[in-house]
Structures are given as C-alpha cells and as structure tokens.
C-alpha cells in the first residue's frame, strides 16, 4: 500500500534506539529521519555539538562513534542501535578537562566558540589516529610507517581540514593540537 | 528530510531481493553521499535498507598473489591506513587520503565511494534546475551554463558532469575488478566497464542493475603496483573534489618504461584511461620530460573542451606527467 508523505508523515513511524552517549545508556524514539545529530540535540539536550551546514562541509558537529571521529549530521540516529557517542560534553573525566581541551585554553585556540567542540572531538582523535600510524595526505611517503613524531604543523592543518573555523583560529588551533601531541 | 523508512535485512539474499523488486528503496551504507542528495531532493527513496550489519563484507585482504580485496563495507580511512594497501598500492592509499576529511572517511565506505554521483551544480541545486542526470528529459543547464569544473571527454549534449571519485580513477588505472551480487549470482565487471559514459541515458552513472550489490573490490597483482602515485589538483589545497587528477603507475625496465598505467578523474563522467599515452610511453625513458609529455598528448587529440574549462587539456596532461613522474620516483 502506497502512503503519500502527508499520510505517513502523520502516522507513528518512531524507532526505537539505545545508544551510551558518554557513559551512559540512553534510549530513545525517533523517526528514521532524524540524523544523530538532531538526536543528540533536540532529544537529549547535548548541544555540544552543533548544527552548522547540515552537509558534512564544515564539521562543527563532529563527535565520536566507537571512538572516532564522524560527521553526526550526515548519518541516521536510528542506524547506530549499541553504538557508543561520545560529545563533547562526554570528554572530561571527574569534572578535568581533557588535555587537548586545557591546550585549547593554552593556545586561545578559539573566539566566537561556535565550531569549537567540533574542533577539539576532531583533534582529539588526530593525534589517536597518528599514534595508530595513520598517514595523510600531507604524509611525504605513504610506504613508511609514520609515528606521531611525524605530526608537523603541516599534518595537523590537513588533518584537521574537516573542521572550519570563521574566525580562522586556524595557527593557534595548530599550536594547540601539536603541543597536545607532544604531551601526550 | 522527507519521511522514509529504514530497515536492515536479514542476510546479503534478503538485501538483494528486495532492492530488485522495490524501485523506491535505496541501500545505505556510510551514506555520507545519499544523505546529502536525500537533504538536497536529489533522490527521495520511500525505504532505507541499511547494509552496514551484512557479514564478511569490511574486510581488507592481502592475496598471497600480490593483490588486495578490499569488501564494499570497509571504511576509507581503514583501507588508506592498511600497511599492505601502502606498500603495494600507495595510487590507493593516496587517492583515499586526497579525498574528503577525516571525519567523512571513518564513515564512507568503498562500494559507496565508487557509486558517488556527480558533483556537478546543476545536479545537486536545491531550486532542481533542468538536469537529466537528476530528472531525465529536463535538459542540461551545465552543457551552455557553468562548466568550468566539468569534462573535456566523453561528454554528450544531455549531460556534460564529470565522475568525483578519487579512488575510482586509481581503481580503473590498476585495473580492478567489482564483485557484484545480484538475483542471478555474483559476478565481476572490469572497473574500465563500471561506469558508463553519459550518452542519451545520463541518468545511469554505472552498469550496476536493480537487485544489485557490490561485495567487494579486487585488485589484481601488478608489476606497476609498487611505483604508482596519485596527483590531485584542487581550487583548494585540501578538503576539496578534483579539479583535474590523475593515477599513475609504472614498471621500469633498465631506465625506460616497460609499461605504464594512467587514468584521470576531473575530466569525465568516469575514470578517464589513457590508452594511448600507455602504449606511447613504452619504451621512454623516465628522465625524459620532453617525451613523456609527447607520448601524453597521444591522449588528448580526442579532448573536447567546454565554452569554460579549455584550460583543462593542457593542466591535465601536466598533471599526468607529475604524477608519472612521481611514480617513477618509487621504482
């Protein structure tokens, strides 16, 4: 049977999804629509992260599935059922800041603070994924192994070309990544 | 978005019978492109059915033979990090990590990659200009309008878009092969064959049927494999689609080329060979510019640019020769 939008629009279509969203189990109801993004806002309350472009161009709503970082506005609530999300209301531990969290201070690595929690969930997981030997497209040779030590200013600014910052915070958000690295 | 619904099927014969016999459902897997179009009204499928659970399809296999099979399932950033990707196929890893960011990587997938559609403005506007890609019959505003990122081959008067896959053009230089599942069993289409090009029917991006599904990419063992490299050129440095690229790899015998494989991307509705140039430059020697560049232009007799990208026969065969060249630097 054929339902016009206005008709299915109107009936309950909600799915059920149980997500631990920073440590915590959540359940909720929502149509298949609705991105992980407007979830995470609008039925949970974390406004963390936000709601800029809405087409994965500028990454201010970038949290962490399982531990890496994606785009929340370009992918379905309801196809992350037992997945873990992490915002950035989820990265201090015991009321102290994260690391890269306490460099963005350090660093000014911020004005207006509008792409901000997207930018510190993305550099969060830079330099984890430079740990883990991931190169980029600033890597000299992808043959070789690459270590962190590897993570220059220029591997940073590839790496974080995801996540855009009109304010163009751009050398301290840099500074605040790679002294993160280095302490870490 | 409008409404739809989403599902996940019970195994691969599940998801395929279903695509086959329902023209409105759509697989989604990464969907970081299908989400943009379904935000945009390019596409509105009435149901979702999401793969991303089916069995043994993420995997990234090393073959004893040299080869790779990387499963329609496994995530960009996975297949461009994968030790044995860089080191027999860096044109893969490359063109992986030349493509989007890192955030779109973790989550796009490779059956996905290479079903992206076209970037072009016309197709994706939020006003729905005529576009035969997005609506058959309505015209092609690109073809007299702007055109400057779009193809200099292959293009025909219905629709003159250009294919935005990195990966797509390294996969076609290597000539890899797509394992598809459909209603009548699996099957390989040679990547060279998987897109089409846009004739009268720009609707259709690929050969791919209802019911069908890729399972996984095959790269065969190359002798060119080691010595490849990809080269993008963008309006931007990074995060950005193509403006002209190009996959190069080569085998080197005693300083001069015993065989080479280049295809471009930015230049048509699919990954561009460059056959000719491949038989010209046997025989070359690396270090030879003027040459090379010689046995280059064979390819690009055929060009045909628009009223607005002229510039891109020449910036591609430059491209070509980078990339050629850099890939020789590796043998």
Request: aromatic share 6%; charged share 25%; hydrophobic share 40%.
């Amino acid at each position: 049977m054929i339902q016009t939008y206005a008709e299915r629009a109107q009936s309950d279509v909600r799915m059920e999804v149980s997500m631990t969203v920073n440590g915590s189990l959540r359940t909720l109801k929502v149509e298949p629509r609705t991105t992980l993004l407007d979830a995470l806002r609008d039925e949970l309350g974390l406004t963390g992260p936000k709601k800029s472009c809405d087409r994965g161009e500028c990454g201010a709503c970038t949290v962490h599935i399982d531990g890496r970082r994606i785009l929340s506005c370009m992918t379905l609530a309801a196809m992350h059922d037992g997945q873990l999300i992490t915002t950035i209301e989820g990265l201090e531990s015991n009321g102290s800041l994260h690391a890269v969290q306490e460099m963005f201070i350090e660093h000014d690595g911020f004005q207006c603070g509008f792409c901000t929690s997207g930018q510190i969930m993305s550099a969060v997981t830079v330099i984890e994924e430079a740990a883990a030997g991931w190169p980029s497209a600033a890597t000299e040779d992808v043959t070789k192994p690459f270590t962190i030590e590897d993570l220059s200013p220029a591997e940073i600014r590839e790496r974080m070309s995801g996540n855009l910052c009109r304010c163009s915070c751009y050398p301290n958000i840099v500074a605040a990544v790679a002294e993160a690295a280095r302490r870490r | 978005m409008h409404p739809f619904t989403l599902s996940r099927p019970a195994d691969i014969s599940a998801a395929i019978t279903a695509h086959a016999h329902d023209a409105h459902l759509a697989f989604i897997a990464g969907g970081t492109d299908l989400i943009g179009l379904m935000k945009d009204r390019v596409t509105l499928p009435d149901r979702l059915l999401d793969i991303n659970h089916l069995p043994d399809m993420a995997q990234i296999e090393a073959l004893h033979d040299g080869g790779l099979r990387l499963g329609s399932l496994a995530r960009m950033s996975d297949v461009a990090a994968n030790l044995d990707v860089r080191s027999r196929f860096p044109v893969i890893a490359e063109s992986l990590l030349f493509a989007a960011s890192g955030q779109l990587r973790n989550m796009a997938t490779i059956g996905g990659n290479i079903m992206q559609r076209t970037r072009c403005a016309y197709f994706r506007d939020e006003d729905d200009l005529p576009c035969n890609k997005r609506r058959p019959g309505s015209g092609c505003s690109a073809r007299y309008g702007f055109n400057r990122n779009l193809a200099i081959f292959g293009w025909s008067d219905d629709c003159v878009a250009t294919n935005p896959s990195d990966l797509a053009v390294a996969f076609s230089a290597l000539d890899a092969i797509v394992l598809v599942r459909g209603l009548r069993g699996q099957r390989s289409i040679p990547f060279t064959e998987f897109h089409r090009l846009p004739g009268n029917t720009p609707e259709r991006d690929n050969v791919l049927d209802r019911g069908d599904l890729i399972v996984a990419v095959e790269v065969p063992a190359r002798i060119e494999g080691r010595a490849s490299h990809y080269f993008k050129l963008r309006d931007r440095q990074s995060y950005e689609f193509a403006l002209v690229s190009a996959a190069a790899a080569v085998a080197v015998r005693d300083g001069r080329i015993e065989s080479a494989r280049l295809a471009m991307g930015g230049v048509a509705h699919k990954p561009w060979r460059l056959k000719a140039a491949e038989s010209a430059l046997r025989g070359i020697s690396l270090d030879n510019a003027d040459a090379l560049r010689t046995a280059i232009a064979t390819s690009f007799t055929e060009a045909r640019p628009l009223a607005q990208n002229a510039f891109k026969v020449e910036l591609a065969q430059r491209v070509a020769l980078r990339a050629l060249e850099t890939a020789g630097a590796r043998v």
